[in-house]
Each structure stands twice: as structure tokens, then as C-alpha cells.
């Protein structure tokens, strides 16, 4: 069974600082998606960034990029100039091979941006 | 705008009683999703769906029933059965492009307490 891994319960960064969240996988799947979520104090789940585990360049959108290393197995989120509105909780998720795309959920990181 | 819906938002009931939380969406999605999510917990699946008429167990289904009947309704039912209902409920479907990521789009959640 596929296992992810976020080791940081908390993490501060300041307003205008980049800050990395961290997340870890195991599988043995040849093919497979990760996923970086943001789920603001509201509960709603909102897409921010995917990586396809084929994909050669590391996947960027606007502010965020996904440090993808797969011989490690690690797929860090990387926001780059924090602002206030980020403060939020932000799973990493990771889909299998198959046709069924499950997604697999870590326990989350609460990052807090600070004035 | 399509989005998916969610109903009720809060819900309160008694122990030993049966409630159904309500989920629909306007994007023409196959795929259905329910995931539960505690309090410092990451999202675990409880069922989904990729066609209608047709469902399937995911990690935590034990308590739990859906029905397709529609493509665009997926309701959930939280039975006696399930013995620590307590818990924000998250509705998604999966987003249909090409290449399919498996990327999820989610509805604003339930939150069920059990007194």
C-alpha cells in the first residue's frame, strides 16, 4: 500500500519569505501523481499544484513549485513570497497507477504567515 | 457556476440514528469521491463511484452506504453502524481533461456531530 508522509505538524514563515512544506511517499507504482492541496480555515479543499511522476521539469504554478525528487521519493511545496492569505493547512496527496485514481492523503502541515 | 454542493453544512443527531449527507455537482463529472477527515488528520477515502450505478468501497466504508442513482448525485448515509460518525465530511469528483491527473474537486464539506 502506498504510504504519504508530511513531518511537519506546524511551520511559521514570514510575510514575503519563501517557505518549503515537506512530503515524503512510498511505492513501487512506475506511475504515479502527487498532489499539493490548500484547505483554508473555511474547509474547503482547494488544487494548487500536480506532478506526474513522469513529468521531466518540476511542475510551477504562479507562486507555487513542487521540488520533485524522485529517487528520494520527495515532493516538497515551495511558496515563494508568503503572503497573510496563505496561512492555512496544505496536504500533500498521492495517486497510484490504475485506472481507479485514488487519492491518499498525508496528515497535513498548518503553516502560519506572520506580519 | 459549476461547482458541487453540499448539504447541510452542520448537521447535529442523536446516537443510533441514520443521517444522509447530500452531495451534487453541476460539471458533468463521471468520478465521485467521499473522503472523512478528523481533527489533525489528513482525508481517508470512505467510497466512490466512477459511473453510475456503480460504487466502491474505499479505506474506511465500514458504517457507511452511498447510492448513484444520478450522475450528478452522490449522497452518502452515515448508519448506526458507524461508530464514531463525528467528523467534517468531503464530497469531490474528478476532473475530467486530458491528460487525466486524477486531479479532485472538492464541495465545501458537512460536518456531522453526534450528541
Known amino acids: 500500500a502506498q504510504k504519504i508522509t508530511q513531518t511537519q505538524p506546524g511551520m511559521f514563515v514570514q510575510e514575503k519569505e519563501a517557505v518549503t512544506l515537506d512530503c515524503t511517499y512510498d511505492?513501487?507504482?512506475?506511475?504515479?501523481?502527487l498532489f499539493w492541496y490548500k484547505q483554508p480555515s473555511s474547509g474547503e479543499m482547494i488544487f494548487l499544484i500536480y506532478?506526474?511522476?513522469?513529468?521531466?521539469q518540476n511542475a510551477t504554478e504562479g507562486r507555487y513549485s513542487l521540488n520533485f525528487q524522485k529517487a528520494r521519493k520527495s515532493a516538497n511545496l515551495v511558496i515563494s513570497a508568503s503572503q497573510l492569505g496563505d496561512s492555512a493547512m496544505y496536504f500533500c496527496?498521492?495517486?497510484?497507477?490504475?485506472?481507479?485514481?485514488?487519492?491518499?492523503f498525508g496528515k497535513g502541515t498548518l503553516l502560519t504567515v506572520n506580519p | 457556476d459549476g461547482g458541487i454542493t453540499q448539504s447541510p453544512k452542520y448537521l447535529f443527531r442523536k446516537e443510533g440514528q441514520n443521517v444522509t449527507l447530500s452531495c451534487e455537482q453541476n460539471?458533468?463529472?463521471?468520478?465521485m469521491y467521499w473522503y472523512r477527515q478528523d481533527p489533525g488528520q489528513g482525508l481517508r477515502l470512505i467510497y466512490y463511484?466512477?459511473?453510475?450505478?456503480?460504487?466502491q468501497k474505499g479505506d474506511i466504508a465500514e458504517g457507511y452506504s452511498v447510492s448513484r442513482e444520478k450522475k450528478e448525485s452522490f449522497p452518502l448515509t452515515v448508519t448506526s453502524a458507524q461508530k464514531n460518525p463525528t467528523a467534517f465530511y468531503l464530497c469531490?469528483?474528478?476532473?475530467?481533461?486530458?491528460?487525466?491527473?486524477?486531479?479532485?474537486?472538492f464541495g465545501e464539506g458537512s460536518r456531522l456531530t453526534v450528541l
Open positions: 460539471l458533468n463529472h463521471d468520478a
Open positions: 496527496a498521492f495517486r497510484g497507477g490504475g485506472s481507479n485514481y485514488k487519492l491518499t
Open positions: 506532478q506526474g511522476s513522469y513529468d521531466q
Open positions: 469531490a469528483s474528478r476532473v475530467d481533461r486530458a491528460p487525466n491527473t486524477g486531479e479532485l474537486f
Open positions: 463511484s466512477q459511473i453510475v450505478n456503480d460504487f
Open positions: 511505492t513501487s507504482d512506475p506511475s504515479y501523481g
